[in-house]
């Protein structure tokens, strides 16, 4: 099975402040990798799709990148709203493994 | 709209069964691919299962030959069967749609979640 390592494991930061979220592979995924969010008590939501296509309705303050083993979740000016869990996920083989997520406090 | 609602979670005793269930709006079941995913209590989120709309089926080695994944046609419903349960099992339990994009594969949406809890 593929792992997923994201850091950090939980991040506090400030609304305007750049927060980048990083995800490895254990093995390259080339660019078979998805960036959910999931706020308390609600099901997660795509954010991200094949390492960098945002999502439809997705706000462009969010980027990723990356390509093979590391990947990277970019919000350019936090918002009070992006308090949340970030995961990352692979679909480049099943089991379709998630990393661990990484909450976001404000 | 697309949407996907779940139904069916409630406390089931280790070793009993329980039947969730996934019913679709605004797509067709069949002519996707679709996944269970779940989420224990305060931790991360887990794969589970996946029904492609060849009706080739994949499981978790945690799940597998305990949890069946299936889908009615005619009701436009995904529905995932499990059996010999145990307290590890105790999960929200998602279905989301499996989109594909070229070769690549994504998660959109997702249901709400159904909570299933094992415990005697």
């Known amino acids: 099975d593929i792992q997923m390592t994201q850091s950090p494991s939980s991040l506090s930061a400030s609304v305007g402040d750049r927060v980048t979220i990083t995800c490895r592979a254990s093995?390259?995924?080339?660019?078979?990798l998805n960036w959910y969010q999931q706020k308390p008590g609600k099901a997660p939501n795509l954010l991200i799709y094949?390492?960098?296509s945002l999502q439809s309705g997705v706000p462009s303050r969010f980027s990723g990148s990356g390509s093979g083993t590391d990947f990277t979740l970019t919000i350019s000016s936090l918002q009070p709203e992006d308090f949340a869990t970030y995961y990352c996920q692979q679909s480049y083989n099943t089991p379709r493994t998630f990393g661990q997520g990484t909450k976001l406090e404000i | 709209e697309v949407q996907l609602v779940e139904s069916g979670g409630g406390l089931v005793q280790p070793g009993g069964s329980l039947r969730v269930s996934c019913a679709a709006s605004g797509f067709t079941v069949s002519s996707n691919h679709m996944s269970w995913v779940r989420q224990a209590p305060g931790k991360g989120l887990e794969w589970v299962s996946v029904l492609y709309r060849d009706y080739s089926t994949y499981y978790a080695d945690s799940v597998k030959g305990r949890f069946t994944i299936s889908r009615d046609n005619s009701q436009n419903t995904l529905y995932l069967q499990m059996s010999s349960l145990r307290a590890e099992d105790t999960a929200v339990y998602y279905c989301?749609?499996?989109?594909?994009?070229?070769?690549?594969?994504?998660?959109?949406?997702w249901g709400q979640g159904t909570l299933v809890t094992v415990s005697s």
């Open positions: 094949t390492a960098s």
């Open positions: 989301t749609r499996d989109v594909e994009s070229g070769s690549f594969l994504y998660f959109h949406p």
């Open positions: 093995q390259t995924i080339n660019s078979y």
